[in-house]
T-cell receptor, first 111, second 117 residues
């Protein structure tokens, strides 16, 4: 089942902060975050695993609330290069290996 | 460059036809994922292979099939094409744990853009 992302789109000025949310109706094993720039392939940002382990980007942080099956991506002091579509992907674990992505959040950072 | 190679980059064909998309994963990656990306649906998971075996299946149509070969490259076959199959098809690879549960980064290829006329 596809996770739900919010907001669908956000416009920022350089230096502003943004939060992108991702929620699932299923218990989660892991949450993955990717960014896709227009005309390019998605690029890995971060993975958060059940139990608290995180691996990812230096300047972008995220949280994972296992009980609520929710994750949030925090973009602080945004830069022009942060513009793109952000996707969260979820994996339920166990015997379910599907990595299912949400519809994405379009982030535009203006000067 | 992610190290994942997809061919062809662009493909234009007619309804009813059949096409094959090819993916070579990064050296050493055992898992291959196929995703379909259309404007309004984001990244739709199609299927995953791990070391030659099908590991997970998403909303893949019966007209579509895939396989992973002993050299770990993968092919996605799309047949009886319809206008709605026009999309960008991504292949991604990763180094998965033995259980197949992904605990690391997916490396995406540049995608194959399919246009069905």
């Amino acid at each position: 089942q596809q996770p739900v992302q919010s907001p669908q789109a956000v416009i920022l000025r350089e230096g502003e902060d943004a939060v992108i949310n991702c929620s699932s109706s299923k218990a989660l094993y892991s949450v993955h975050w990717y960014r896709q720039k227009h005309g390019e392939a998605p690029v890995f940002l971060m993975i958060l695993l059940k139990g608290g382990e995180q691996k990812g980007h230096e300047k972008i942080s995220a949280s994972f609330n296992e009980k609520k099956q929710q994750s949030s991506l925090y973009l602080t002091a945004s830069q022009l290069s942060y513009s793109g579509t952000y996707f969260c992907g979820t994996q339920s674990g166990g015997s379910n290996y599907k990595l299912t992505f949400g519809k994405g959040t379009l982030l535009t950072v203006n000067p | 460059d992610s190290g994942v190679t997809q061919t062809p980059k662009h493909l234009i064909t007619a309804t009813g036809q059949r096409v094959t998309l090819r993916c070579s994963p990064r050296s050493g990656d055992l898992s291959v994922y196929w995703y379909q990306q259309s404007l309004d649906q984001g990244l739709q998971f199609l299927i995953q292979y791990y070391n030659g075996e099908e590991r997970a299946k998403g909303n893949i149509l019966e007209r579509f099939s895939a396989q992973q070969f002993p050299d770990l490259h993968s092919e996605l076959n799309l047949s009886s094409l319809e206008l709605g199959d026009s999309a960008l098809y991504f292949c991604a690879s990763s180094v998965d744990s033995g259980t197949g549960a992904n605990t690391g980064e997916l490396f995406f290829g540049e995608g194959s853009r399919l246009t069905v006329l």
